[in-house]
């Protein structure tokens, strides 16, 4: 075993040869720079190991792979998923000049002065996991690329699994039939466990470490339960800085944090008072006798009550609403499932903090598929009404095109795995790196992928997803409207609201809808028990809904 450094007087185990690294790659170290200020070698590394395999071809693992097979695989190329959308290099096999490799050389040399210093996090995995990822395919490699249970079977979330003795026998049964397991060095890192302190005993990583002939003093152990302690206080951090929108914890974070909600308070929907009217139901709702699990996304403190309608119209009828959120979701109702989002995607590829305007930007489209990607069944946006009891049947459902000539990803339903969310999620890799790009990966990306894969023919008429158009949403806050609108919507399936008409607009959301309204009919129907500190006019709505129509699409206003 080769291993390359810089620092000639490492002490190495017998049977390791020590070569100084700079006969592959010498010149400047390429450091990702944290936003802490923390730096990171890891652009050097995904480009030494490129450099190493064009030029010997053979194997190259990181210092964090632990071999658990009883060999070394004996394929020509060796690449595995770490997730359903991402292909990890820590370990690798390719031939020496491999196209591949080249072109991973030519790729990274282009995309490193893009990671300097206040470059976003994402690209700390630009010519890493993501690039290994976008060649694997271009490259029509798919087919060789190993299973994450291969060498990512234990997650970089499950690290505190590896040091717990309880869990020990779970997870040699997980890798019972892996080639490799990969520690995640740099998780260990950001956490700050130390280094030089043995697993607590009978821990799965105690297990590798006897394995290999080591053993450690007790008293020279760390223990499980303070491994434990460091990943929630690691959270715990994370999520101060999801709420106060900055990369960097400041020191008053948590005085700042109480601030903003006692602000957010002032202005927030409240519960309804005791013995204020509840208002009569528009028309009893009944039970699913078919309940399914339904999906959707959200960030960025409590679900407004605009959502919590729409969500509420699923679970009344029976069904499951799972929510999916990165970080805990305030004031979240007990009729709804919080689910976490990590577990799809890591966060940094969903979420891009945006200095300039204090905010995350989102990335809902690449989660949508990915999440139904990972585990099929309904998607629905979080502004969308269910109108009858029954979802439709089927393994797929999607409908369209819209007035915009797509189709909608209001409501969406795919089995897992499907083509369709595959070609979406390869494709949108070319659009994460730009923010501004991040619409492309949505609707027309998934129009795009349904038509190559020649499902076209499966699309549900536009009226069982979004029988109100984007332009006429208007239409659902008048009063006048409301009567013609219950039977032109009775039978539907489902009402996209399109709220971000409404954010275009600036109609407030925390504002109750004009009173006799459809949305107010809505909210009578399935009472969410919410107090709303005052209500719309409908003469204010269609003013800011006109200027709005009139700003974004000029032609399409003026003919309306």
Known sequence: MLLYATNKDLAV?????????????????????????????????????????????????DLDIVLV???????????????????????????????????????????????????????????????????????????????????????????????DPGQRAELDERVAN?????????????????????PPEGS????????????????ARLSAE????????????????????????????????????????????????????????????????????????????????????????????????????????????DWLVRENAADIVPSERVLRYLPEQRRFAIHADLFRHAVLHRLGGWWIDPDVVLLRTELPTGDLFFGGPTEFDVISTAALKFPAGHPVLTDALVHSTSFEDSVADWERAGASLLTQSIVSNRLLGACRPVEWVSPIAWFDVLRLFNPSQADSLSTELDGKHFLDLHMDAWLRAGVPNFLAP??????????????????????????????????????????RASNA
Not at 204 to 219: K, V, Y
Request: aromatic share 12%; net charge neutral.
């Open 69 to 163: 097979g009883k060999k070394m695989p004996g394929s020509k190329v060796y690449i595995a998923r770490e997730s359903d959308d991402l292909v990890n290099g820590a370990v690798m096999k390719f031939p020496a000049a491999s196209p591949f490799i080249d072109a991973a050389i030519d790729e990274a040399w282009k995309l490193i002065p893009e990671a300097g210093p206040g470059a976003p996090l994402s690209k700390r995995i630009s010519i890493g996991p993501r690039l290994v990822t976008r060649l694997a395919h271009d490259y029509a490699l798919d087919h060789v690329v190993r299973p994450r249970s291969s060498a990512y079977e234990i997650l970089s979330a499950e690290i505190p699994l590896m040091f």
């Open 13 to 61: 185990p017998e049977g390791v040869e020590l070569i100084d690294a700079r006969e592959i790659l010498s010149g400047q170290v390429h450091q990702f720079t944290f936003a802490d200020g923390v730096r990171s070698p890891a652009l050097h590394s995904d480009l030494f190991r490129y450099q190493a395999l064009q030029q010997f071809g053979g194997w190259y693992a």
């Open 514 to 555: 004009p009173r006799g309204s459809f949305v107010d009919r809505l909210f009578e129907r399935h009472d969410l028990q919410l107090f709303f500190p005052a209500q719309m006019e409908f003469d204010d709505v269609r003013r800011w809904m006109t200027h709005m129509y009139e700003c974004t699409y000029p032609q």
């Open 204 to 219: 799965f990583l105690d297990g590798l470490f006897r394995r290999f002939g080591m053993t450690f003093a007790e008293d």
């Open 226 to 333: 303070s491994v434990a302690v460091w990943f929630r206080e690691r959270n715990l951090l994370e999520e101060l800085r999801w709420r106060l929108r900055t990369e960097i914890t400041p020191p008053n974070a948590l005085d700042l944090l109480v601030e903003r909600h006692r602000a957010a308070r002032q202005v927030a929907v409240s519960p309804r008072p005791p013995g204020r009217p509840t208002g009569v139901r528009a028309r009893p709702v009944r039970a699913a006798v078919a309940p399914q699990t339904l999906r959707t996304f959200w960030h960025g403190g409590p679900i407004g009550p605009y959502q919590l309608l729409c969500l509420r119209s699923f679970v009344d009828r029976g069904h499951r609403v799972e929510v999916f959120a990165f970080e805990p979701i305030p004031e979240l109702p």
């Open 178 to 198: 892996s080639d490799f397991v990969h520690l995640w060095n740099e998780v260990w890192r950001w956490v700050r466990i130390p280094k030089n302190f043995g």
